[in-house]
């Protein structure tokens, strides 16, 4: 667990998490706020569209990838589901072992 602690589920439909972070960088007193989030499993980080410009927003990205990614094969085991309206089918989403997975169901 990188930033110690588990995200909720996010409310946003066909999406899993949605959570807010502030990149602050050494010795700065105020910082940039961003959102992790998903759609159908992809993840990706948000900013606002007043900035911050775009070789800040790669500086954040690239630091807050790599910390995630500093054990890439050390990765909880979770399981959750989503429902897809439009569908009519859950998304399961999941990683066992360290790989992800993803099925649909009826129910």
């Known amino acids: 667990m990188v930033f110690d602690f588990i995200p909720t589920l996010s409310s946003t439909e066909k999406a899993l998490l949605e959570t807010g ?11 940039i706020g961003f959102i992790c989030t998903d759609y159908y499993g992809r993840t990706g980080l948000t900013f606002s569209p007043e900035g911050p410009d775009a070789e800040a927003k790669r500086a954040i990205a690239d630091a807050f990838w790599s910390l995630l990614l500093v054990a890439p094969h050390d990765l909880a085991d979770f399981e959750e589901r989503v429902f897809h ?11 066992s072992d360290g790989e992800p997975t993803y099925d649909e169901s009826d129910e």
Request: net charge neutral; proline share 5%; hydrophobic share 55%.
């Open 21 to 31: 972070f502030l990149a602050v960088a050494v010795g700065a007193s105020s910082g």
């Open 85 to 95: 309206p439009g569908a009519g089918v859950w998304m399961h989403f999941g990683c």
